[in-house]
């Protein structure tokens, strides 16, 4: 299932070249990555309660076309889950005219805030602390 957020590019996020920076890029993944795991009913303090945070481990953009000032995009989000400790998230972040400024793919884990270690099967840990685990697509 893919999950989107809206954003609009603001001013004091572009450049020098008068475009969007490419670390907000970045920003803009993880934004909709948390807003996701919040409507899933595992919002940062209850992952945090649980023992577990979510960690980036990798992550590739690939920039399609320039993002300016006041543009409106949607920031999609979805899990690809594996069978090991890690997952992998894809987002695309679009115009509204359906443009795709950037694909990125996302490696990610659950770490154990207590051993400081990948934890085993993040699915299930994350499935256990969501309300809506079918929105993570567990």
């Known amino acids: ?15 020098t070249q008068g475009h969007l920076n490419q670390a907000v890029y970045l920003q ?5 990555r948390w ?9 940062q303090d209850k992952l945090v309660a649980g023992g577990i945070g979510p960690v980036v481990l990798e992550n590739t953009i690939k920039y399609l076309r320039e993002l300016r000032g006041g543009d409106e ?4 989000v979805d899990f690809e889950w594996s069978t090991g400790k890690t997952f992998r998230f894809r987002h695309e972040i679009r115009k509204l ?7 990125i793919s996302t490696t990610g884990g659950l ?19 969501a309300e809506r685990p079918d929105l993570l697509g567990l």
């Open 28 to 32: 803009y993944a993880e934004h909709a």
């Open 35 to 43: 807003e996701l795991l919040r409507a899933a009913g595992a919002p």
């Open 111 to 129: 770490l154990d805030l207590t051993a400081r270690k990948l934890v085993a099967a993040p699915g299930e840990r994350l499935a256990a602390l």
């Open 73 to 76: 995009v949607t920031v999609s």
């Open 1 to 15: 299932m893919t999950f989107s957020v809206p954003i609009v590019v603001r001013g004091y996020e572009l450049d």
């Open 97 to 103: 005219d359906g443009t795709v400024a950037a694909e």
